[in-house]
């Protein structure tokens, strides 16, 4: 039997579905929420986007159209009654097809911001996959890569347009050589500690789509606790209302 539950991303006051049994929303996705800053009209596009959470949460911020990519039915559904339920259905499209698909539904140069909460794991010998399929898919690099998912977003973004993520520290050269590759030039990195004199946990990035050099801002680290409790500023983060 499947754990259903409605839940709703800090203040966006946007419902949604989740099977916790299949895949549900963590602080990844409430971090990316937080960070990331959408065009304000225009074309969004949350690539590898679950059960919608990232996406459908960013109707709170801005006005533009938002596209969910998603390969996996079990979620794309999830999405499709998150998106019925909170009548969106004039602001957000469901794409559920590989990303590498994605130019049968947008034309390249054509989006103004790209979310993404990629598999963080790459799908190796050495990687130990024990979860169910479809949490599987989500956190290892079974059906997409780093590779892919950033060439797609350099075709798609128009020229100086960005590309907010969350991803592990320890596969940041990974990313930024990916990124540059695809003419995605990191301009804002965030890192994210449990407590202040522990090692990162996560990075969150703010690219741009372009062919110039430019400067790298280190922003101050997000501490998430001082001792056992939160810190005021990851407070307000998750349980802003």
Do not use: W
């Not at 998106?83 to 140069?109: G, K, M, P, R, S």
């Not at 996560?202 to 110039?212: F, G």
Request: aromatic letters at 6%.
């Amino acid at each position: 039997m499947s754990k259903m539950s409605k839940d709703i991303i800090a203040n966006s006051g946007v419902i949604i579905n989740q099977d916790k049994d299949l895949y549900s929303f963590n602080l990844d996705t409430i971090l990316l929420y937080n960070f990331a800053k959408p065009s304000k009209k225009g074309r969004v596009v949350d690539l590898c986007s679950g059960n919608g959470a990232i996406g459908l949460s960013l109707t709170a911020k801005t006005n533009a159209h938002i596209y969910l990519v998603e390969i996996q039915p079990e979620l794309a559904k999830l999405a499709q009654r998150s998106i019925a339920e909170n009548q969106l259905e004039q602001q957000v499209t469901l794409i559920n097809d590989d990303l590498n698909n994605v130019l049968q539904y947008l034309d390249h140069d054509t989006v103004d911001t790209i979310t993404c909460n990629p598999p963080y794991f790459a799908n190796d010998s050495q990687a130990k996959i024990k979860e169910n399929p479809v949490l599987a898919i989500a956190r290892h690099e079974i059906k997409t890569n780093l590779d892919q998912i950033l060439h797609q977003s350099m075709i798609l973004l128009k020229e100086n347009s960005h590309l907010f993520m969350v991803y592990r520290p320890d596969r940041l050269p990974e990313l930024f050589s990916d990124l540059l590759k695809n003419k995605l030039q990191p301009k804002k990195v965030r890192f994210v500690r449990t407590r202040a004199n522990a090692a990162a946990n996560l990075v969150l990035v703010d690219a741009i789509r372009t062919v110039k050099s430019g400067n790298l801002e280190v922003l101050p680290d997000l501490i998430m606790y001082n001792g056992d409790v939160l810190t005021q500023e990851a407070a307000k983060i998750l349980n802003e209302r």
